[in-house]
């Protein structure tokens, strides 16, 4: 099982607003690869329900937001990838438009702990 790391304090994380973290490599590097970036996350309320997904689009592999902490379309109803225009349903990450259609973000799981939120990296 993956171990749990913190990104914020639940007080932290308001209504709108999106939460970006590096994730933890779960394995040690042998030598580190210049060109590889560290794999990151986001954070939001879904509702009043935390949720997390790693900032990758299932079509390209590519961070999804334009700008630290855009994530949302337009109008403030669906994740938008930046790039290609596909539009995720923030409850499931599920792709309802896009050239990714029928994938899915993917999901990390949320805790909260002594009043901070906690993501488990994915196996």
Not at 72 to 86: E, K, P, R, W, Y
Request: net charge negative; glycine share 8%; with cysteine.
């Amino acid at each position: 099982m993956s171990p749990w790391q913190s990104v914020c304090a639940r007080a932290d994380l308001q209504a709108g607003q999106f939460v970006e973290f590096s994730l933890a490599s779960t394995e040690p590097e042998p030598e580190p690869i210049a060109d590889t970036l560290p794999q990151t996350g986001f954070l939001f309320l879904d509702g009043a329900k935390p949720r997390a997904y790693l900032n990758q689009c299932p079509h390209m592999g590519i961070e999804l937001n334009w700008m630290p902490g855009r994530f949302m379309d337009l109008d403030n109803v669906f994740i938008q990838c930046s790039s290609h225009g596909a539009l995720f349903k923030p409850g499931d990450g599920e792709c309802i438009a896009g050239p990714c259609q029928g994938d899915a973000l993917t999901a990390l799981d949320v805790r909260e702990t002594e009043g901070f939120l906690e993501v488990r990296l994915p196996e």
